[in-house]
Protein backbone atom coordinates (compact mmCIF):
# COMPACT_ATOMS: atom_id res chain seq x y z
CA UNK A 1 0.00 0.00 0.00
CA UNK A 2 1.20 3.58 -1.20
CA UNK A 3 1.81 5.81 1.73
CA UNK A 4 -0.82 8.57 0.79
CA UNK A 5 -3.79 5.09 0.51
CA UNK A 6 -2.14 4.12 4.27
CA UNK A 7 -2.73 8.18 5.41
CA UNK A 8 -6.31 7.92 3.94
CA UNK A 9 -7.14 4.31 5.45
CA UNK A 10 -5.63 6.13 8.98
CA UNK A 11 -7.92 9.19 8.89
CA UNK A 12 -11.14 6.62 7.72
CA UNK A 13 -10.29 4.87 10.88
CA UNK A 14 -10.00 7.45 13.10
CA UNK A 15 -13.34 9.22 11.85
CA UNK A 16 -15.37 5.94 11.96
CA UNK A 17 -13.89 5.53 15.79
CA UNK A 18 -14.48 9.29 16.46
CA UNK A 19 -17.82 9.11 15.01
CA UNK A 20 -18.74 5.77 17.51
CA UNK A 21 -17.62 8.02 20.50
CA UNK A 22 -19.62 11.12 19.02
CA UNK A 23 -22.98 8.58 19.18
CA UNK A 24 -21.62 7.57 22.75
CA UNK A 25 -21.57 11.35 24.12
CA UNK A 26 -25.13 11.22 22.21
CA UNK A 27 -26.65 9.09 24.46
CA UNK A 28 -25.28 10.28 27.44
CA UNK A 29 -26.24 13.94 26.69
CA UNK A 30 -29.59 13.11 25.92
CA UNK A 31 -30.43 9.80 28.20
CA UNK A 32 -28.07 9.39 30.77
CA UNK A 33 -24.60 9.05 31.15
CA UNK A 34 -24.91 5.95 33.44
CA UNK A 35 -26.68 4.73 29.92
CA UNK A 36 -23.49 5.74 27.86
CA UNK A 37 -20.66 4.16 30.27
CA UNK A 38 -22.79 0.86 30.29
CA UNK A 39 -23.06 0.85 27.01
CA UNK A 40 -19.61 1.79 26.67
CA UNK A 41 -18.42 -1.38 28.95
CA UNK A 42 -20.04 -3.56 26.84
CA UNK A 43 -18.84 -2.50 23.79
CA UNK A 44 -15.67 -3.14 25.20
CA UNK A 45 -16.16 -6.36 25.89
CA UNK A 46 -18.01 -6.84 23.18
CA UNK A 47 -14.50 -5.88 21.16
CA UNK A 48 -12.73 -8.20 23.28
CA UNK A 49 -14.88 -11.23 22.26
CA UNK A 50 -14.84 -9.80 18.65
CA UNK A 51 -10.79 -10.19 18.93
CA UNK A 52 -11.35 -14.20 19.79
CA UNK A 53 -13.64 -14.39 16.66
CA UNK A 54 -11.17 -12.48 14.28
CA UNK A 55 -8.28 -14.73 15.50
CA UNK A 56 -9.73 -17.83 14.56
CA UNK A 57 -11.82 -16.60 11.69
CA UNK A 58 -9.39 -13.49 10.31
CA UNK A 59 -6.11 -15.19 10.41
CA UNK A 60 -7.07 -18.98 9.71
CA UNK A 61 -10.27 -19.21 8.64
CA UNK A 62 -11.55 -21.62 11.46
CA UNK A 63 -15.90 -21.43 12.04
CA UNK A 64 -16.07 -21.30 15.18
CA UNK A 65 -20.00 -21.89 16.24
CA UNK A 66 -19.29 -22.59 19.98
CA UNK A 67 -18.13 -18.39 20.75
CA UNK A 68 -20.90 -18.65 23.90
CA UNK A 69 -19.92 -21.81 24.99
CA UNK A 70 -16.15 -20.38 25.90
CA UNK A 71 -17.91 -17.03 26.93
CA UNK A 72 -20.09 -19.15 29.49
CA UNK A 73 -16.44 -21.08 30.67
CA UNK A 74 -15.02 -17.88 31.27
CA UNK A 75 -18.04 -16.71 33.78
CA UNK A 76 -17.99 -19.79 35.32
CA UNK A 77 -14.29 -19.65 36.06
CA UNK A 78 -15.26 -16.13 37.55
CA UNK A 79 -17.08 -18.22 40.16
CA UNK A 80 -14.75 -20.53 40.75
CA UNK A 81 -12.26 -17.90 41.56
CA UNK A 82 -13.33 -15.85 43.57
CA UNK A 83 -16.71 -16.79 45.55
CA UNK A 84 -16.01 -17.54 48.99
CA UNK A 85 -16.10 -21.92 49.41
CA UNK A 86 -18.90 -23.11 51.28
CA UNK A 87 -17.62 -25.26 53.92
CA UNK A 88 -20.70 -27.10 54.87
CA UNK A 89 -20.90 -28.57 51.27
CA UNK A 90 -17.48 -29.38 50.90
CA UNK A 91 -18.03 -31.27 54.35
CA UNK A 92 -20.67 -33.05 53.19
CA UNK A 93 -19.55 -34.50 49.51
CA UNK A 94 -16.62 -32.57 48.60
CA UNK A 95 -14.25 -35.26 49.30
CA UNK A 96 -16.71 -37.70 47.01
CA UNK A 97 -16.50 -35.35 44.51
CA UNK A 98 -12.68 -35.32 44.43
CA UNK A 99 -12.81 -39.20 44.36
CA UNK A 100 -15.12 -39.12 41.62
CA UNK A 101 -13.21 -36.57 39.45
CA UNK A 102 -9.72 -38.89 40.05
CA UNK A 103 -11.82 -41.76 39.03
CA UNK A 104 -12.44 -40.57 35.96
CA UNK A 105 -9.11 -38.90 35.70
CA UNK A 106 -7.35 -42.08 36.30
CA UNK A 107 -10.10 -44.21 33.16
CA UNK A 108 -8.84 -41.52 30.72
CA UNK A 109 -4.98 -42.25 31.51
CA UNK A 110 -5.88 -45.92 31.68
CA UNK A 111 -7.77 -45.72 28.68
CA UNK A 112 -5.42 -44.15 26.61
CA UNK A 113 -2.22 -46.40 27.81
CA UNK A 114 -4.52 -49.38 27.19
CA UNK A 115 -5.27 -48.12 23.69
CA UNK A 116 -1.30 -47.46 22.63
CA UNK A 117 0.34 -50.51 24.34
CA UNK A 118 -2.68 -53.13 24.45
CA UNK A 119 -2.49 -55.82 21.29
CA UNK A 120 -4.62 -55.26 18.86
CA UNK A 121 -7.96 -56.94 17.54
CA UNK A 122 -10.07 -58.12 20.32
CA UNK A 123 -8.28 -57.95 23.62
CA UNK A 124 -7.52 -54.27 22.81
CA UNK A 125 -11.55 -53.82 22.42
CA UNK A 126 -12.52 -56.03 25.63
CA UNK A 127 -9.78 -54.33 28.04
CA UNK A 128 -10.91 -50.74 26.62
CA UNK A 129 -14.77 -51.99 27.26
CA UNK A 130 -13.70 -52.87 30.73
CA UNK A 131 -12.02 -49.98 31.71
CA UNK A 132 -14.04 -47.31 30.78
CA UNK A 133 -17.60 -49.02 31.63
CA UNK A 134 -15.53 -49.78 35.14
CA UNK A 135 -14.66 -46.47 35.33
CA UNK A 136 -17.78 -44.99 34.63
CA UNK A 137 -19.55 -47.23 37.10
CA UNK A 138 -17.08 -46.98 40.54
CA UNK A 139 -17.40 -42.42 39.56
CA UNK A 140 -20.62 -42.91 39.70
CA UNK A 141 -20.90 -43.98 42.99
CA UNK A 142 -18.85 -41.92 44.54
CA UNK A 143 -20.28 -38.62 41.90
CA UNK A 144 -24.01 -39.00 42.70
CA UNK A 145 -24.35 -39.58 46.62
CA UNK A 146 -22.38 -36.40 46.92
CA UNK A 147 -23.78 -34.30 44.73
CA UNK A 148 -27.16 -34.96 46.21
CA UNK A 149 -25.35 -34.46 49.38
CA UNK A 150 -23.92 -30.72 48.95
CA UNK A 151 -27.07 -29.66 46.66
CA UNK A 152 -29.58 -30.09 50.02
CA UNK A 153 -27.34 -27.49 51.85
CA UNK A 154 -29.35 -24.57 52.47
CA UNK A 155 -30.31 -24.37 48.71
CA UNK A 156 -32.12 -21.37 48.87
CA UNK A 157 -28.85 -19.64 49.30
CA UNK A 158 -25.60 -22.35 48.61
CA UNK A 159 -26.56 -25.60 47.29
CA UNK A 160 -22.95 -25.51 45.89
CA UNK A 161 -19.35 -25.99 46.78
CA UNK A 162 -18.39 -22.50 46.31
CA UNK A 163 -15.03 -21.29 44.92
CA UNK A 164 -11.25 -20.24 45.84
CA UNK A 165 -12.37 -16.91 47.42
CA UNK A 166 -9.70 -15.01 45.56
CA UNK A 167 -9.62 -11.46 44.16
CA UNK A 168 -11.79 -11.88 41.27
CA UNK A 169 -9.36 -10.20 38.39
CA UNK A 170 -7.71 -13.21 38.83
CA UNK A 171 -10.45 -15.13 37.23
CA UNK A 172 -9.93 -13.09 34.30
CA UNK A 173 -6.61 -14.36 33.79
CA UNK A 174 -7.79 -18.18 34.51
CA UNK A 175 -10.81 -17.97 32.77
CA UNK A 176 -8.71 -17.40 29.33
CA UNK A 177 -6.78 -20.54 30.43
CA UNK A 178 -9.80 -22.83 31.12
CA UNK A 179 -11.26 -21.63 27.94
CA UNK A 180 -7.71 -22.66 26.23
CA UNK A 181 -7.70 -25.98 28.03
CA UNK A 182 -10.84 -27.11 26.92
CA UNK A 183 -10.27 -25.47 23.17
CA UNK A 184 -7.21 -28.22 23.19
CA UNK A 185 -9.37 -30.71 24.09
CA UNK A 186 -12.29 -30.37 21.64
CA UNK A 187 -9.71 -28.71 18.84
CA UNK A 188 -7.56 -32.49 19.09
CA UNK A 189 -11.26 -34.12 18.39
CA UNK A 190 -12.56 -31.39 15.86
CA UNK A 191 -10.38 -29.91 13.80
CA UNK A 192 -9.95 -32.63 11.46
CA UNK A 193 -13.69 -31.79 10.31
CA UNK A 194 -14.41 -29.91 7.13
CA UNK A 195 -15.21 -26.02 8.02
CA UNK A 196 -19.38 -26.69 7.62
CA UNK A 197 -19.04 -29.50 10.23
CA UNK A 198 -16.17 -27.79 12.57
CA UNK A 199 -19.23 -25.21 12.66
CA UNK A 200 -21.69 -27.63 13.39
CA UNK A 201 -19.94 -29.47 15.83
CA UNK A 202 -18.69 -25.90 17.89
CA UNK A 203 -22.01 -25.54 17.84
CA UNK A 204 -22.99 -28.12 19.22
CA UNK A 205 -20.55 -28.57 21.53
CA UNK A 206 -21.20 -24.79 23.20
CA UNK A 207 -25.17 -25.86 24.00
CA UNK A 208 -23.30 -28.97 25.49
CA UNK A 209 -21.25 -26.74 27.82
CA UNK A 210 -24.47 -24.41 28.55
CA UNK A 211 -26.40 -27.10 29.34
CA UNK A 212 -24.07 -28.85 31.96
CA UNK A 213 -23.85 -25.32 33.79
CA UNK A 214 -27.43 -25.30 34.01
CA UNK A 215 -27.82 -28.50 35.24
CA UNK A 216 -24.96 -28.99 37.86
CA UNK A 217 -25.95 -27.08 40.53
CA UNK A 218 -23.39 -28.23 42.80
CA UNK A 219 -20.56 -26.64 40.29
CA UNK A 220 -22.03 -22.93 40.29
CA UNK A 221 -25.86 -22.75 41.28
CA UNK A 222 -27.25 -24.11 38.16
CA UNK A 223 -30.38 -21.76 36.82
CA UNK A 224 -30.51 -20.83 40.19
CA UNK A 225 -27.92 -18.59 39.50
CA UNK A 226 -24.59 -17.08 41.27
CA UNK A 227 -25.33 -13.47 42.73
CA UNK A 228 -23.60 -10.95 44.30
CA UNK A 229 -19.90 -11.76 43.32
CA UNK A 230 -17.13 -9.64 44.43
CA UNK A 231 -16.19 -6.57 42.69
CA UNK A 232 -12.69 -5.10 41.07
CA UNK A 233 -14.40 -1.57 42.25
CA UNK A 234 -15.64 0.13 44.70
CA UNK A 235 -19.30 -0.18 45.84
CA UNK A 236 -21.15 3.18 45.36
CA UNK A 237 -23.01 2.94 48.88
CA UNK A 238 -19.06 3.05 50.12
CA UNK A 239 -18.44 5.95 47.51
CA UNK A 240 -21.21 7.97 48.81
CA UNK A 241 -20.37 7.72 52.28
CA UNK A 242 -17.06 8.93 51.68
CA UNK A 243 -16.31 12.75 52.82
CA UNK A 244 -13.49 13.15 50.09
CA UNK A 245 -15.74 11.41 47.14
CA UNK A 246 -18.85 13.96 48.58
CA UNK A 247 -16.32 17.01 47.95
CA UNK A 248 -15.70 15.81 44.37
CA UNK A 249 -19.25 15.63 43.48
CA UNK A 250 -20.26 18.97 45.01
CA UNK A 251 -17.69 20.11 43.26
CA UNK A 252 -18.70 19.18 39.63
CA UNK A 253 -22.45 20.22 40.57
CA UNK A 254 -23.95 16.50 40.99
CA UNK A 255 -25.31 14.40 43.38
CA UNK A 256 -23.14 11.77 45.12
CA UNK A 257 -26.39 9.17 44.03
CA UNK A 258 -25.36 9.60 40.31
CA UNK A 259 -21.86 10.63 40.80
CA UNK A 260 -20.77 6.91 42.16
CA UNK A 261 -22.68 5.19 39.27
CA UNK A 262 -21.28 7.09 36.92
CA UNK A 263 -17.78 6.55 39.09
CA UNK A 264 -17.84 2.97 39.22
CA UNK A 265 -18.33 2.67 35.41
CA UNK A 266 -15.51 4.76 34.59
CA UNK A 267 -13.40 2.69 36.74
CA UNK A 268 -14.74 -0.80 34.70
CA UNK A 269 -14.24 0.95 31.69
CA UNK A 270 -10.36 1.59 32.69
CA UNK A 271 -10.21 -1.87 33.54
CA UNK A 272 -11.84 -3.38 30.37
CA UNK A 273 -10.19 -0.85 28.26
CA UNK A 274 -6.53 -1.86 29.37
CA UNK A 275 -7.22 -5.45 29.04
CA UNK A 276 -8.77 -4.39 25.07
CA UNK A 277 -5.72 -2.22 24.51
CA UNK A 278 -3.16 -5.58 25.38
CA UNK A 279 -4.95 -7.87 23.32
CA UNK A 280 -5.14 -5.73 20.61
CA UNK A 281 -1.48 -5.18 21.09
CA UNK A 282 -0.50 -8.68 21.42
CA UNK A 283 -2.92 -9.96 18.49
CA UNK A 284 -1.16 -6.97 16.52
CA UNK A 285 2.13 -8.17 16.95
CA UNK A 286 1.06 -12.04 16.45
CA UNK A 287 -0.74 -10.74 13.13
CA UNK A 288 2.25 -9.38 11.84
CA UNK A 289 4.73 -12.04 12.89
CA UNK A 290 6.14 -14.79 10.66
CA UNK A 291 3.42 -16.92 11.91
CA UNK A 292 0.68 -14.92 11.40
CA UNK A 293 1.61 -14.23 7.66
CA UNK A 294 2.13 -18.26 7.75
CA UNK A 295 -1.44 -18.18 9.45
CA UNK A 296 -3.04 -16.05 6.65
CA UNK A 297 -1.04 -18.16 3.82
CA UNK A 298 -2.83 -21.12 5.34
CA UNK A 299 -5.94 -19.61 5.40
CA UNK A 300 -5.79 -18.43 1.99
CA UNK A 301 -4.75 -22.03 0.37
CA UNK A 302 -4.46 -25.30 2.80
CA UNK A 303 -3.36 -27.28 0.31
CA UNK A 304 -0.35 -25.15 -0.70
CA UNK A 305 1.03 -24.89 2.78
CA UNK A 306 0.28 -28.14 3.26
CA UNK A 307 3.00 -28.96 0.50
CA UNK A 308 5.18 -26.64 2.08
CA UNK A 309 5.60 -28.82 4.75
CA UNK A 310 3.76 -26.64 7.12
CA UNK A 311 1.53 -28.51 10.01
CA UNK A 312 -1.98 -27.46 8.82
CA UNK A 313 -3.79 -29.31 11.46
CA UNK A 314 -1.02 -28.22 14.50
CA UNK A 315 -1.45 -24.79 13.61
CA UNK A 316 -5.47 -24.50 13.49
CA UNK A 317 -4.55 -26.09 16.58
CA UNK A 318 -3.21 -23.48 17.60
CA UNK A 319 -5.22 -20.55 16.78
CA UNK A 320 -8.18 -22.25 17.99
CA UNK A 321 -6.67 -22.20 21.55
CA UNK A 322 -5.87 -18.17 21.30
CA UNK A 323 -9.05 -17.43 19.99
CA UNK A 324 -10.63 -19.18 22.68
CA UNK A 325 -8.81 -18.15 25.48
CA UNK A 326 -9.82 -14.56 24.44
CA UNK A 327 -12.97 -15.19 23.94
CA UNK A 328 -12.55 -16.61 27.80
CA UNK A 329 -11.34 -13.75 29.79
CA UNK A 330 -14.18 -11.43 27.64
CA UNK A 331 -16.74 -13.64 29.64
CA UNK A 332 -15.25 -13.82 32.85
CA UNK A 333 -15.16 -10.15 32.39
CA UNK A 334 -18.73 -9.58 31.76
CA UNK A 335 -19.71 -11.70 34.36
CA UNK A 336 -17.57 -9.24 36.66
CA UNK A 337 -19.59 -6.91 35.41
CA UNK A 338 -23.25 -8.51 35.90
CA UNK A 339 -22.24 -9.32 39.09
CA UNK A 340 -23.92 -12.24 38.88
CA UNK A 341 -23.41 -15.87 36.69
CA UNK A 342 -27.05 -16.57 34.90
CA UNK A 343 -26.36 -19.79 32.64
CA UNK A 344 -30.07 -19.28 31.30
CA UNK A 345 -28.26 -15.90 29.59
CA UNK A 346 -26.29 -18.14 27.45
CA UNK A 347 -27.80 -18.15 24.47
CA UNK A 348 -25.63 -19.70 21.61
CA UNK A 349 -28.32 -19.33 18.48
CA UNK A 350 -28.58 -15.65 19.17
CA UNK A 351 -25.70 -14.40 20.23
CA UNK A 352 -23.06 -16.20 18.12
CA UNK A 353 -24.95 -14.66 15.49
CA UNK A 354 -24.31 -10.71 16.87
CA UNK A 355 -20.36 -11.65 17.90
CA UNK A 356 -19.86 -12.85 13.54
CA UNK A 357 -22.17 -9.95 12.75
CA UNK A 358 -18.93 -7.56 14.63
CA UNK A 359 -16.54 -9.36 12.64
CA UNK A 360 -18.02 -9.16 9.60
CA UNK A 361 -19.38 -5.85 9.50
CA UNK A 362 -15.78 -4.49 11.61
CA UNK A 363 -13.56 -6.23 8.73
CA UNK A 364 -12.70 -9.82 8.92
CA UNK A 365 -8.36 -10.29 8.97
CA UNK A 366 -8.17 -6.43 10.73
CA UNK A 367 -8.26 -6.06 14.34
CA UNK A 368 -8.83 -2.42 14.07
CA UNK A 369 -11.81 -3.13 12.16
CA UNK A 370 -13.20 -6.27 14.27
CA UNK A 371 -12.72 -3.50 18.05
CA UNK A 372 -15.28 -1.31 15.65
CA UNK A 373 -17.83 -3.67 14.91
CA UNK A 374 -18.17 -4.54 18.34
CA UNK A 375 -18.47 -0.90 19.31
CA UNK A 376 -20.77 -0.15 16.37
CA UNK A 377 -22.83 -4.03 16.55
CA UNK A 378 -23.48 -3.85 20.19
CA UNK A 379 -24.45 -0.01 20.40
CA UNK A 380 -27.28 -0.19 17.42
CA UNK A 381 -28.25 -3.79 19.68
CA UNK A 382 -28.75 -1.65 22.55
CA UNK A 383 -29.66 1.80 21.14
CA UNK A 384 -32.49 -0.06 18.39
CA UNK A 385 -35.70 0.11 20.54
CA UNK A 386 -34.95 3.61 21.28
CA UNK A 387 -34.04 4.80 18.23
CA UNK A 388 -37.43 2.90 16.79
CA UNK A 389 -39.39 4.88 18.91
CA UNK A 390 -38.35 8.12 18.41
CA UNK A 391 -38.44 7.26 14.27
CA UNK A 392 -42.34 5.93 15.20
CA UNK A 393 -42.78 8.58 17.00
CA UNK A 394 -42.31 11.25 14.08
CA UNK A 395 -43.50 9.18 11.47
CA UNK A 396 -46.96 8.64 13.23
CA UNK A 397 -46.87 12.37 14.77
CA UNK A 398 -49.97 13.45 12.28
CA UNK A 399 -52.21 10.45 13.40
CA UNK A 400 -54.53 10.53 16.07
CA UNK A 401 -52.95 10.06 19.60
CA UNK A 402 -56.47 6.29 19.48
CA UNK A 403 -55.26 5.76 16.05
CA UNK A 404 -55.25 1.97 15.24
CA UNK A 405 -52.11 2.30 13.01
CA UNK A 406 -50.65 4.45 15.31
CA UNK A 407 -50.80 2.46 18.03
CA UNK A 408 -49.60 -0.50 16.19
CA UNK A 409 -46.97 1.30 14.77
CA UNK A 410 -45.23 2.14 18.05
CA UNK A 411 -46.02 -1.47 19.84
CA UNK A 412 -44.07 -2.78 17.04
CA UNK A 413 -41.27 -0.21 17.61
CA UNK A 414 -39.33 -2.85 20.59
CA UNK A 415 -39.33 -5.52 17.72
CA UNK A 416 -36.19 -3.23 15.61
CA UNK A 417 -33.62 -4.99 17.02
CA UNK A 418 -33.40 -7.39 14.79
CA UNK A 419 -34.49 -5.24 12.13
CA UNK A 420 -31.69 -3.08 12.56
CA UNK A 421 -29.43 -5.58 12.48
CA UNK A 422 -29.86 -7.10 9.06
CA UNK A 423 -30.24 -3.61 7.68
CA UNK A 424 -26.73 -2.88 9.43
CA UNK A 425 -25.41 -6.30 7.43
CA UNK A 426 -26.74 -5.82 4.44
CA UNK A 427 -25.63 -1.94 3.85
CA UNK A 428 -21.93 -3.29 4.97
CA UNK A 429 -22.15 -6.38 2.36
CA UNK A 430 -23.99 -3.77 -0.31
CA UNK A 431 -21.12 -0.92 -0.19
CA UNK A 432 -18.10 -2.51 2.33
CA UNK A 433 -17.91 -5.94 1.56
CA UNK A 434 -14.63 -6.60 3.34
CA UNK A 435 -15.96 -4.24 6.05
CA UNK A 436 -15.61 -1.08 7.48
CA UNK A 437 -11.86 -1.10 8.05
CA UNK A 438 -10.91 -4.26 5.51
CA UNK A 439 -7.44 -6.63 5.61
CA UNK A 440 -4.87 -4.70 3.95
Known amino acids: MNPAAHRRENIRTICM ?56 LGGVTAVLVSV ?26 AAVFAARRAPAGAPRKLLLAFI ?35 PILLSWVAGGLFAAAVAWAIGKIALGLRADYLAIATLGISEIIIAVLKNEDWLARGVKNVTGLPRPVPYEVDLQQALWFRDWAALLGVSPVEFSSIFVKLCYAGLFATVLLVVLWLSGRALHSPWGRMMRA ?22 FILGS ?24 LRFTFIIWVMVIVGGSGNNRGAVL ?7 FWVEAEPIGLWVMELLTSGLAQDSPLRRHLMESAAHMRHMVMGVILLMVLRFSPRGLIPER
Open 17 to 72: FAAMFAALTLVGVIQSWPLALTILNLCLISAIMSLGVNIQWGYAGLVNFGILGFAA
Open 84 to 109: APVPAAWKAGGGGVIVALAISLATIL
Open 132 to 166: IIGGYFLARAFFFPAVEAIEAVDPTKAGFLGGLGL
Open 298 to 319: IRDNELAASAMGKDVTGRHLQV
Open 325 to 348: AVVGVAGAMLTTLDGQFTPASYQP
Open 373 to 379: GGFVIWF
